[in-house]
């Protein structure tokens, strides 16, 4: 078999973004993807190193977002629009550390899955 060269992978250059984030009680997930939906970069509390209940932590989601936006601004990511899911706690923090980076967050969605009366309840227990 003859060696196939790899092609360098180009850098993205970007200028809006859309950041998601799952916060749940244990866990804090960001994701930055294009408009069209892309993914460009990801991560997590556990990612960052941390473990157990200190990973639905509103630090440790700060922490993420932080590092998320030194990348994007070497991408050249200026504008930021943010989807937010889920009831967890870093929800707020992960807006404010964005912010705090120099990134311009021009929409803010709540985007939490809302059940219209949804699944039928177990039956009753009978004791």
Not at 62 to 86: C, F
Request: hydrophobic share 30%; aromatic share 4%; charged share 25%.
């Amino acid at each position: 078999m003859a060696y196939k060269k790899k092609t360098k992978k180009q850098k993205r250059r970007v200028d809006t973004a859309v950041a998601h984030v799952k916060s749940s009680f244990n866990n804090t997930l960001v994701t930055i993807t294009t408009v069209d939906g892309d993914v460009l970069l990801r991560s997590s509390s556990g990612k960052m190193g941390y473990k157990g209940s200190r990973k639905g932590t509103p630090f440790a989601a700060g922490q993420i977002a932080t590092s998320l936006a030194k990348e994007m601004q070497d991408m050249g990511i200026r504008t930021v629009e943010v989807n937010l899911q889920g009831p967890g706690s870093g929800r707020d923090s992960v807006v404010r550390s964005l912010q705090a980076a120099g990134l311009n967050v021009s929409v803010l969605r709540d985007v939490t899955p809302l059940p219209h009366n949804g699944c039928r309840p177990p039956k009753k227990r009978r004791v």
